[in-house]
């Protein structure tokens, strides 16, 4: 079984500075996907960003980037420039490559960006 | 639509009364989930669906849960004879392949009195 931990439950930041909110997680897989989700007040899940764990190369989208560490087992998001409309809560996922497909999410981490 | 759609939003319902949650996939997905989100709590896995077969069910908490996508499309999550554990946020998702990014819906709030 997978185990995703975040071990920040709040981050708050000023706007525009750079935040990094960590996660690690804990399998037996060698193969995988990991995931940034975000999820605003709305309820609705947005990915943010997505690494193969095949992949050394780290996974950017814009302002958001990730420093996968595959032998910690580490996947940290930073957001850069950050903005307002980060806010929201933040979780990291995982899937197997192979087996269940489902997401196994951590517990979230609240970023709130101060005007 | 374009996205994953669910209804209702919200629901009320009294302790003992039977729910049954709608969830409308992006057109063409193979893959359906279901998730369960406590207050400020990640989501937790509920059950999956490849086309019309449940593939795993390993997450309903109890046989009052049931849920069911006939055709392969649209999907029910049914709750029999709700409790106030069960009070939390039905979250549906979607996706066309693994690894990929699933699409989630906004959720169902369903609040047990």
């Known amino acids: 079984a997978q185990t995703v931990t975040q071990s920040q439950p709040e981050m708050s930041v000023q706007e525009a500075e750079t935040v990094t909110l960590s996660c690690t997680y804990d399998t037996s897989e060698n193969n995988y996907y990991l995931f940034w989700y975000k999820q605003p007040p709305s309820r609705q899940m947005i990915l943010v960003i997505r690494?193969?764990?095949?992949?050394?190369q780290n996974a950017t989208e814009n302002r958001f980037s990730v420093n996968f560490q595959k032998a910690a087992k580490s996947f940290s998001l930073k957001i850069s420039d950050s903005q307002l409309g980060d806010t929201a809560m933040y979780f990291c996922?995982?899937?197997?490559?192979?087996?269940?497909?489902?997401?196994?999410f951590g517990t979230g981490t609240r970023l709130t960006i101060i005007p | 639509g374009a996205g994953v759609s669910q209804s209702p939003r919200y629901k009320v319902a009294k302790r003992g009364q039977d729910v049954a949650l709608r969830c409308d996939p992006i057109s063409g997905h193979v893959s359906l989930f279901w998730y369960q989100q406590a207050l400020g709590q990640g989501p937790e896995f509920l059950t999956y669906f490849q086309n019309e077969a449940q593939l795993d069910k390993s997450g309903l908490p109890s046989d009052r849960f049931f849920a069911e996508r006939p055709e392969g499309s649209v999907s029910t999550l049914k709750i029999q004879r709700t409790q106030q554990e069960d009070s939390a946020v039905y979250l549906c998702?979607?996706?066309?392949?693994?690894?990929?990014?699933?699409?989630f819906g906004q959720g169902t709030r369903l609040t047990v009195v």
């Open positions: 996922a995982f899937i197997p490559y192979f087996g269940n497909e489902k997401l196994t």
């Open positions: 998702a979607s996706s066309d392949d693994r690894g990929s990014e699933a699409f």
């Open positions: 690494q193969e764990a095949y992949k050394q």
